[in-house]
């Protein structure tokens, strides 16, 4: 018997149909049918998953016409566009379900929906589980621009892996973190659609065998050890108001059903079953950062399995559509994203020429004219390197290839620049110092035509420093690319009241053209209008005081100053020095209790690396320092602490619009860009801030007189350590310090513990890598006039329309445009819905 999809056609289903309409009616039928029919459930017994679930189905459907339409537009051979692969380790998108409504428009009717059915649509909302697929601002980052890419209508993939734990959630117990896995995919998640028939197979390990052809020429075999499939999950990425719809493809790996056979043969059952398990645990979790490279193993593997089966997918696609793999780079624009997904160099090297019989010479150019690549560190010790001998074991081919690579390009240094062997030394992808690593970076840089940096300091320090050998070699090749933020998420999405009144004074045209956000600066000057700036805080202020009590049992004043310090925990964050300043009002106040203080409520969250114990201290300082201030009576409530559980996304897009003061406080020279300083600062926060990363352009655009900024540069910082930086000295010599730091240290906030705190006091006291001494005095004089300038109103809401008003720069649609015009040399295309690709009617 055959079957024909032609039997679709017979039915009576038509254009306004229950699954695509937007009438209220049919939206609430819509709702109702994806319960029966797709839940399973009826009212009476649904749960509010089950109502999410229906409800997601419900705006799932809405998109997909224009999805299905955005993906052939792309494959269809006859259009000559470069798409844009983004390949990340993390994306840390979501959630998805209010940012569709607002991106197709149709946010009130679907609500109305919701409600005129009888229901709660903030709780069902609620219910979506967030994707944790990221550790900070990385996976914001790539989350940010793919937004924009769709916003922009630029043909773009998002490749990545789709994990089965995200990033853990955060529990605090006595004040200290614990860590639970992130179970987000339980309830089912109604935004992937699997394609197993788009799966690819993935090699490890085993040997290569190899034999040299008449004219001189390798010919390389893998016999791998073991194969792995790759299931891609799809999730679409809409834009915002057009017909673009991209995709974000994340993969999944699966044991391959022919594996088996061999065990079954020997009736090993369960030795096949483990196999399954084993090979399925490469996308099982996502590593923390800040965790030491021993026993990560599985995350080389996670990498190579995510560009493997990114790179075939793409020469699948390419082939098929009718391409040829010499102009491959004019079809395909692969960004790699930090060196997490970098071994897409090797791998395509591999494949072009092990798999499609090309030649080194060739491959090496089609490989440098499709990478080009983003750096995010500039910390020496978050550099990835892999020792040869997990190569060796697990991608021998591949080790190969990085020799060869490497021997290529040290013979061509030596040739041209001499012998400088310290130099050489560093330029090689080989690490031989000691134990022998593969550097990632470098070999990053050396199949790239294009690297860049994230803030104009970043790209400064890297070419200067940690990539300034490559850079000697290859100035052409760097170029700064500042971050941004998306405003739909960052802005319209979580900040409905400010979004209102800005489009009612200065209409919506800003939400894709963020610099017309400097109209606003006329308003500035409006009382009525600062009355009503004023009063959108206010009420944000309000509701997270409402969450805090509800979450925390805490109570504070929506009227005090909200001071804000949200973003993972780590020394060259510096949340300690924030501490001490909370440390030092509270010391002026137990010394004079009628001292005037203008009242502060300071917010903290974050999640420390699960191995980072000078992290997890620095929690637990927190609570502890909160305990004592929150009951004190003597403090009142001019001050309170709290620290936020389980920072992710829906919490932090809380927080940043509530926030009256953004802390950017990381030591000058150490925080690559930052984005949570972008998002508060649009969001009308004021920032106190150090001469580093993005905080640098945010002070250029909002002019020095409406920023906070305090601390030594990245210069001075630099000269101070190669003085001989002792912390005693600042000990000694500022008595308001060293008070403050006794007072911490002799177990004051710790039932008087005086072990508890100790690591930390003595990290700062003999070695205090990141400067908190030296800058101590400088921020406390800095929050002083934060405190006065506080005191005036009227001045303090110019100066935060003003922020708000200059921010333009920070939209990803800017950074997307660079990126575009610039390295991937890709331009819009729009998706046209006349000749629909729709269910058959
Ligand atoms: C990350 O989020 C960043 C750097 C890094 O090496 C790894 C991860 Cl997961 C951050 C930077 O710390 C931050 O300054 C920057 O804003 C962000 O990357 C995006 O560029």
């Known amino acids: 018997t055959e079957t024909s999809s032609e039997n679709l056609n017979d039915s009576q289903v038509t254009g306004e149909d229950d699954r695509t309409g937007l009438s209220i009616e049919t939206l609430r039928r819509a709702l109702a049918d994806n319960l029966f029919y797709i839940q399973g459930k009826y009212p009476e017994i649904a749960t509010l998953n089950d109502l999410y679930l229906a409800l997601a189905y419900t705006v799932r459907d809405r998109l997909l016409t224009k999805w299905l339409n955005t993906v052939r537009t792309f494959t269809q051979p006859s259009d000559n566009t470069r798409v844009v692969c983004y390949l990340s380790g993390e994306f840390l998108v979501s959630p998805h379900l209010v940012n569709h409504l607002i991106n197709l428009g149709i946010y009130d009717q679907v609500r109305q929906a919701v409600e005129e059915s009888g229901l709660d649509f903030s709780q069902l909302v ?58 987000w995919l339980q309830k089912g998640n109604p935004w992937e659609i699997v394609r197993p028939e788009a799966a690819v197979e993935v090699k490890f390990g085993g040997y290569t065998e190899g034999y040299t052809d008449e004219e001189g020429n390798y010919h390389a075999t893998w016999v791998p050890h073991q194969v792995v ?19 974000l493809r994340l993969w999944k790996a699966e044991a391959p ?66 391409g040829n793999l010499e102009n491959f780079p004019e079809k395909f624009a692969i960004q790699l994203n930090d060196t997490y997904p970098a071994i897409a160099i090797v791998e395509l090297m591999r494949l072009l020429m092990d798999e499609h019989d090309i030649e080194w010479h060739d491959a090496w150019e089609i490989t440098q004219k499709t990478f080009s690549y983003t750096n995010h560190t500039l910390l020496p010790e978050t550099l990835e390197k892999w ?99 998306t405003p739909r998420r960052w802005l319209v999405q979580n900040n409905p009241g400010l979004t209102k009144l800005i489009s009612e004074k200065i209409g919506e045209h800003w939400i894709t053209h963020l610099d017309d956000l400097r109209q606003l600066e006329g308003f500035a000057h409006d009382g009525d209008f600062r009355y009503r700036w004023g009063q959108v805080k206010l009420d944000l202020k309000r509701s ?6 509800q979450r925390l049992g805490v109570t504070v004043n929506p009227e005090s ?27 002026r106040i137990k010394q004079d209790p009628t001292v005037n203080i203008a009242p502060r409520t300071f917010i903290f969250a974050g999640k420390a690396a699960p191995g980072y114990f000078m992290a997890k201290l620095m929690i637990k300082l927190i609570h502890s320092v909160a305990e004592v201030i929150n009951h004190d009576p003597d403090v009142g409530d001019r001050l309170k602490v709290v620290f936020l559980p389980d920072y992710n996304i829906a919490n932090s897009q809380m927080l940043y619009p509530a926030a009256d003061v953004s802390e950017q406080i990381s030591t000058a020279g150490k925080e690559v860009s930052g984005t949570g300083n972008m998002k508060f600062s649009l ?18 655009e909002v002019g020095e007189e409406n920023f906070f900024r305090f601390g030594l540069s990245a210069d001075e910082v630099y000269q ?24 911490i240290g002799s177990g004051h906030f710790a039932d008087e513990d005086s072990t508890l705190f100790q690591p930390l006091i003595d990290s700062l006291l003999h070695q205090d890598q990141y400067m908190l001494f030296a800058d101590y005095q400088s921020y406390i004089d800095c929050q002083d006039t934060i405190s006065q300038a506080w005191c005036d109103r009227d001045r303090w809401l110019k100066m935060s329309i003003v922020n708000t008003a200059r921010c333009g720069k920070f939209s990803s649609d800017r950074a997307i445009r660079e990126y575009c015009d610039q390295i991937w040399h890709s331009s819009p295309v729009s998706i046209q819905l006349a000749d629909y690709v729709q269910p058959q009617t």
Not at 466 to 472: R, V
Not at 544 to 549: F, M, P, S, T, Y
């Open 387 to 485: 020792p040869v001998s997990w190569w060796g074991r697990l991608l021998p081919r591949h080790l190969e290839i990085i020799y060869e690579i490497n021997r290529r390009f040290l013979e061509e240094v030596r040739n041209s620049n001499g012998r400088d062997g310290h130099k050489i030394a560093r330029l090689s992808l080989i690490d031989e110092t000691g134990e022998r690593y593969v550097r990632m970076a470098n070999l990053a840089c050396l199949g790239s035509h294009s690297i860049n940096g994230v803030t104009e300091l970043h790209t400064e320090l890297l070419t200067k420093d940690i990539l300034g050998d490559f850079y000697e070699l290859f100035p052409h090749k760097f170029s700064n690319k500042t971050n941004g933020v």
């Open 683 to 700: 969001n009308g926060a004021l920032t106190i801030g150090t001469w580093d990363g993005a905080n640098i352009e945010i002070c250029q």
């Open 257 to 322: 059903e022919s594996f088996n056979f061999q065990a079954f043969n020997l009736g090993d059952y369960y030795g096949a079953v483990d196999q399954k398990v084993l090979s399925e645990n490469i996308t099982k979790v996502l590593y923390p950062n800040d965790e030491p490279i021993p026993g990560k193993q599985l995350r080389l593997e996670q990498q190579f399995f995510l560009v493997s089966c990114a790179l075939q997918d793409m020469i699948r696609w390419h082939l098929k559509s009718g």
């Open 720 to 743: 101070r350590k190669a003085e001989g930086y002792n912390p005693w000295d600042y000990y000694y010599g500022n008595s308001q310090l060293k008070e403050i730091i006794d007072l």
């Open 561 to 587: 100053l909200f001071d804000v310090q949200v973003k993972p925990i780590h020394e060259y964050k510096r949340q300690h020095l924030n501490i001490l300043h909370i440390v030092t009002l509270y010391h």
């Open 126 to 183: 609620a219910q979506e589980s967030e994707p944790g697929l990221g550790n900070g601002s990385n996976g914001g980052v790539s989350a940010c621009y793919m937004d924009s890419l769709s916003t922009l209508e630029i043909p773009a993939i998002g490749y990545g892996i789709r994990y089965e734990f995200g990033v853990f959630k955060q529990e605090i117990q006595d004040g200290w973190q614990v860590e639970i896995t992130d179970k």
């Open 229 to 247: 499939k790759g299931i891609p999950y799809d999730t679409p990425i809409s834009g915002y108001k057009v017909n673009t719809v991209n995709t």
């Open 544 to 549: 997270l005081a409402g969450h805090i009590q």
